[in-house]
């Protein structure tokens, strides 16, 4: 999931928003953490449960904010953050259904954490998919991990 929070890091620029889904320990997370290191973010990546949202900056560039919108109800309480989405890159984890009216374009990335694995193994395989919504990313269109 690092490894792809890299990948993707790479594409972005001030006013991206990312959404992020997937169950409990489905490693979104982990993908932004694998973002925030790409974008050379100063101090660690950590989940914002318990803040809400998490700025994260950089030395160069815009700022990563990190959103947990789990506890939020609605697109307003997102909104009431303040977060500055043109200056900033934002992750919103927990989101779905809350960026109509926030934003005209975002990249969706689903996460699907397979059950009854080997739970020994060091890394967990995972089945992402990312959708692109709006003007910005209707060139990813919607594809799986395995570029289908």
């Known amino acids: 999931m690092a490894r792809l929070g890299a990948t993707i ?3 972005l620029v001030a006013g991206d928003l990312l959404l992020l889904n997937g169950e409990l320990g489905a490693g979104k997370t982990t993908l932004t953490r694998g973002i925030g290191e790409a974008l050379g973010v100063r101090g660690a990546v950590t989940s914002p449960t318990f803040v809400l949202a998490r700025t994260h900056a950089r030395l160069a560039g815009p700022a990563l904010v990190h959103v947990d919108a789990y506890r939020l109800g609605s697109a307003r ?3 009431d953050l303040d977060i500055d989405y043109e200056a900033s890159i934002v992750v919103v984890e927990w989101g779905a259904g809350m960026l ?3 934003a005209e374009s975002w990249l969706e ?5 397979p059950h009854g694995g080997d739970i020994e193994a060091e890394v967990e395989p995972r089945q992402v998919s990312l959708a692109g919504h709006g003007p910005r990313w209707s060139h990813w269109g919607w594809f799986d991990a395995a570029g289908h």
Request: proline fraction near 0%.
């Open 9 to 11: 890091a790479a594409e």
């Open 77 to 79: 309480e997102l909104d």
């Open 100 to 102: 109509d009216g926030v």
């Open 109 to 113: 990335i689903d996460i699907d954490r």
